[in-house]
């Protein structure tokens, strides 16, 4: 009796199918054929290198972060590899070992400018301005390297230094449209912190008056 046998997909084959679903935006089916292709081929850098990327997009940072670390045992001197750690820790909000995993990125590329331009947000997050700002500045112009340090410092709510930053950005390139919105939003949401602040000070100070006037008399239930 004939029988028709399908073909078995090897592991590129996921692979390819896995790359091809992630394109697309479909990542957590990615993951799937990923997982498949390392389960035939557990060595499949490619395919492990590329779930990690697949998870970090679904959120799920410590996953990834996990299959990096496995990719790098086995192949501890691709510097990429470390780049993807590194920027997997920073999403996790693990800042100094994110910043580890970039210097180690660094030691074995010192001209692998992203690993350089990831550090140098994390020095950033990690308000080691300087040090953020010598990154930047290797990668990109004075203008933009300053730029770049002040979205973060934004972010960190450390309006007073963006708004420095941001002038400084603007001294090297008066052309630099976005530094000049970038100003506008930080005077913006300098001024909403301080309004916040100010009624959460008044109400404080509410609070503490009607509790002097309790302690010291007031009506009595008997």
Do not use: W
């Amino acid at each position: 009796l004939d029988t028709e046998i399908a073909p078995r997909l090897n592991a590129s084959t996921y692979f390819a199918h896995g790359h091809l679903l992630e394109r697309q935006g479909s990542c957590e089916r990615a993951c799937e054929q990923y997982r498949k292709a390392l389960e035939l081929s557990p060595n499949f850098l490619s395919a492990r290198n590329r779930l990690g990327i697949a998870l970090n997009k679904l959120g799920r940072h410590a996953e990834a972060s996990a299959h990096f670390r496995t990719a790098i045992r086995e192949n501890p001197t691709e510097a990429y590899l470390y780049n993807n750690l590194g920027f997997s820790l920073y999403l996790e909000g693990r800042y100094d070992a994110a910043e580890e995993a970039l210097r180690q990125a660094l030691e074995l590329d010192p001209n692998y400018g992203r690993a350089r331009m990831n550090r140098g947000v994390v020095l950033a997050r990690l308000g080691r301005y300087d040090e953020a700002l010598s990154d930047f500045t290797i990668c990109s112009s004075a203008a933009d390297a300053y730029y770049n340090l002040a979205v973060i410092q934004t972010e960190v709510s450390d309006f007073a230094e963006a708004a420095q930053t941001l002038e400084l950005a603007l001294q090297a390139d008066p052309r630099l449209e976005a530094a000049r919105q970038q100003l506008h939003l930080v005077a913006r949401l300098a001024a909403e912190a301080e309004a916040v602040e100010s009624a959460y000070a008044s109400n404080a100070a509410e609070e503490a008056g009607a509790a002097s006037v309790d302690a010291l008399g007031g009506p009595d239930d008997a």
